[in-house]
């Protein structure tokens, strides 16, 4: 086999739709896999190049951005329409021209259209005064990620609309109850573990990588909102119950898609968030959130355990520090002297650093063991 030879990007998802419909067994999936890397590593990218190319990307998209915002206002509304749309042509054009011949340059481009559709939709809607509904506008976002995975099979369609998909059901319930966003909340946590289990192996495909990015840039993020947002009398009121149900349901469903029997631990990730949920509205600082916090860091690490994925450990040491900080802060700090508040949070750092370091380090040395 020559090693000029170009090796499809979607490999990996064919491989596994292969594989999930019985066509292939595991053993000749993972010969294939390790004849394909073994091709690959003869002209795979270096990570200069690769750089080179997430940088084009976003510097390309700003640059349209900030020529366009500059000459908005001596545009006309016809000008303002086509030139949107012309990048959002340019884009995929180009994406389409270089498919055979340099296949990271149009994913890369391909990716770029598809967030300029984005500001094509809201120009759209600005120019022919469209009702205002900012959430419709991300559904079209999204149908258009979708349709652009469905056609060329990019990872980065797929993690595209894995952002807005959550982001329209999320925009659709604050829209309708601004003053409500405890569901939001608890459903971005969720789906941000389920996103972050999906990595299983050094296998993996590209979309199952940038999924657990995904998750692991956001679930810190979002449990802290959720143990911090308020509700106002029950928790879980009547009219409230088909939010709660897609908080709970669609985090739960992808991770059957995507784990099988191991959304167990999926499952339990649900429940965790909506006893925070319960717990921390309006008392975000109760001994009770914090608490169950802790729990919540242990649990991930366990199931970084399970899985053997060191990420997911490094997040639960990671959120069982914050959890520290945050309850010596809010309720230990205030009722101290101000040099006695000092010295307890260097001795903190210093002490409670030196500790979950060594935990952590015991932990990795465990996977590692298991799979040698």
Not at 69 to 86: E, F, G, K, Y
Request: one cysteine or more.
């Amino acid at each position: 086999m020559p090693y000029n030879r170009v090796v499809p990007a979607d490999w990996e998802s064919r491989l596994e739709n292969w594989l999930a419909h019985g066509v292939i067994d595991a053993d000749a999936a993972e010969r294939i896999r390790v004849w394909e890397r073994g091709q690959a590593r003869t002209q795979g990218l270096r990570w200069p190049t690769l750089l080179a190319l997430v940088c084009g990307a976003v510097l390309l998209c700003a640059g349209v951005l900030l020529f366009v915002s500059a000459h908005w206002d001596q545009l006309s509304p016809t000008q303002r329409i086509s030139v949107v749309l012309l990048a959002v042509a340019s884009f995929h054009a180009g994406g389409a021209a270089v498919a055979g011949r340099f296949e990271a340059l149009s994913v890369a481009m391909h990716a770029v259209g598809t967030v300029a559709l984005g500001a094509g939709i809201a120009t759209a809607g600005q120019v022919f005064n469209l009702r205002e509904h900012w959430p419709s506008a991300v559904l079209l976002w999204a149908m258009g990620a979708t349709f652009g995975w469905l056609l060329l099979r990019h990872w980065t369609q797929a993690a595209i609309a894995a952002i807005l998909a959550p982001w329209w059901l999320a925009g659709e319930w604050v829209a309708r109850h601004p003053n409500d966003t405890l569901p939001v909340a608890a459903g971005v946590c969720a789906l941000s573990f389920t996103y972050l289990s999906a990595r299983r192996s050094a296998a993996d495909s590209a979309l199952r990588k940038a999924l657990g990015w995904i998750g692991g840039l956001a679930l810190l993020p979002a449990a802290a909102i959720t143990a911090a947002d308020s509700w106002m009398g029950t928790p879980f009121q009547s009219d409230d119950l088909p939010a709660w149900a897609l908080a709970a349901g669609v985090p739960v469903g992808l991770a059957f898609l995507m784990r099988g029997r191991d959304m167990l631990w999926n499952a339990a990730a649900v429940f965790w968030t909506l006893v925070l949920a319960a717990l921390a509205g309006g008392r975000a600082d109760s001994l009770g959130v914090y608490f169950w916090c802790a729990i919540g860091s242990v649990g991930l690490s366990l199931c970084g355990i399970h899985d053997g994925r060191p990420e997911r450990i490094n997040l639960g040491i990671a959120a069982f520090a914050c959890t520290v900080f945050a309850f010596y802060f809010s309720s230990v700090m205030d009722k101290l002297g101000r040099s006695a508040s000092l010295m307890g949070l260097g001795v903190l750092f210093l002490g409670g650093g030196w500790v979950l370091e060594r935990t952590r380090r015991r932990l990795m040395a465990h996977i590692r063991g298991e799979a040698a």
